[in-house]
């Protein structure tokens, strides 16, 4: 099998706007997945990949728990966000990571799972 590399490119820094997006959007987004013993459960699990630097294990986590409301306009948006800035540096990984945490552990279910 051969080595791929990822290769880092030299980007600016997530700014406060796009931290700001990810965080409604991923609110938005888990409003509608799950109840709040889910989200917790969720957003454990994303709290130890995120206290270890580990990018594959947090965007793993989050990538299966959205696979399912893939088609929701607010799942999209912040999909096509994260797309922009992958992969990040460590340091834009701590802020993106607990944008996304924050936005989570805001959410409120609607309508009920």
């Known amino acids: 099998?051969?080595?791929?590399?990822?290769?880092?490119r030299h980007k600016k820094p997530i700014s406060e706007k796009?931290?700001?997006?990810?965080?409604?959007?991923?609110?938005?987004?888990f409003?509608?997945?799950?109840?709040?013993s889910y989200r917790q459960k969720i957003v454990y699990k994303l709290l130890n990949a995120a206290k270890s630097s580990n990018q594959?294990?947090?965007?793993s986590i989050l990538l299966r728990t959205l696979n399912g409301q893939k088609s929701d306009e607010d799942v999209k948006e912040l999909l096509n966000k994260l797309q922009e800035i992958y992969p990040l540096t460590s340091k834009s990984f701590e802020n993106v990571t607990y944008?996304?945490?924050?936005?989570?552990?805001?959410?409120?279910s609607i309508g009920g799972n």
């Open 1 to 8: 099998m051969e080595n791929i590399e990822v290769e880092l």
């Open 18 to 29: 796009d931290l700001w997006k990810i965080k409604k959007c991923t609110n938005n987004a």
């Open 31 to 36: 409003n509608k997945i799950g109840s709040d």
């Open 56 to 59: 594959r294990e947090f965007f």
């Open 99 to 108: 944008s996304i945490i924050m936005g989570i552990m805001s959410a409120e």
